[in-house]
DNA sequence: TTAAAATATTTTGTATACAAAAACAGAAAT
DNA sequence: ATTTCTGTTTTTGTATACAAAATATTTTAA
């Protein structure tokens, strides 16, 4: 068993807020208020004011609201993210170990066999192991930061789930493990804007 | 004139501090302590943590230190940076404005034959003005934040002037100007290594 | 009734105090 | 001399108080 909990209120302080706002406890737009988040976790302000300017700087919040990303905030994360994700994909299919790719296959088999939230975290950790792969923190770093506003939609998502996703990360596994490289970048950039368009479209109901 | 400056202590403890890291009056390494700040500046502790807190999201900052990259960071950062500049370079080489072309002809200019604090903001304005083009501000976010980090090496570029850089800048313009993407994209990205190897080459004196 | 002004309320920014933790220094033991 | 322990000092994390700024509300005038 992992013990990360960590004692430090700032801390405590960012997990609760960001759990809330990525599982959607905290909607998109709502303000965030100091003293009452304070008041609710028993805390002082001092920490929820630290965590509330980290997770402004990571995007989750802007002006001590929720964060709302319009339609262009959205194509502008996809934008990179395309950019990122293409060149990742890539580098797996020249370089990736045996390891890594019974990892990605395994994802794709949960992502057809599992229960719901199984799927749903199989799916996010496909994109995670390929964009690891490259073995760049900075790459990393800047992925995780946008998956966390992509994944404001995580609800929306779920219950309105895409059919084909899970075919298409079959076929970039497939592109990956024939070491085909062009193919694999294609395949992942045409995904990437299917599930962009599959975004915007939910994000107007 | 612009008046931009803000009366708010923790903007201005901000603007300080990421200066004195810039310029170097702040070393590489260097502990920063949080009182010994404040008092410098004549306020209280608290802006100036959430100052350094902000640093620190941005990289500049890594456990209370100003940061000191190691070459396997540099390499991280500049393989992002060639990845959103080759994008970024490519758009332009397709839709880059009359407007913008000019202001990068003239970059070219200055960096030839300006002062050397002037060559240096053109070539640093050069590379701006290309991912700026491309309208979209979490990529422009990106790289500015790494461009805060490469730019830890300003002096240290300065002093040991790179000879053909200007070069290789009129030679990217003139592949934009003639819309040539794949010949501007294979351009930026030669620049950026041979950049990347000035840099480390630097970085062991 | 609506618009504007004035007032009250909430919320944030900053300073300060204190306790916990970390870093440091010196003494004792190997 | 090197390591380990002890105590001291520094530095950070958190709570709290208060003032400034921003919001909301009421009152007044048209």
Redesign the pocket.
Known sequence: MTKKST???????YEYIRDQILNGELERGT??????L?EEM?????????S?RKLEQEGLIKD?RVVNPSDSDLRDIFQVRTLLEGFAVRHCAMYMSEGDLDKLQECVKVGRSGTMEQVMTANKEFHEIIIGATNNPVMIDIFERMQSIIYLFRKTVVYHKRPLLIDEHQDIYDAIAAHDADKAEQLMKAHLQLDLEFCLQRMKG
Chains 1, 2 share one sequence.
Do not use: F, H, N
């Open positions: 004692q430090l209120a700032y801390i405590q302080a303000k965030l208020v100091e003293e009452r304070a028993g805390i002082s302000r001092t920490p929820v004011r630290d509330i001590k």
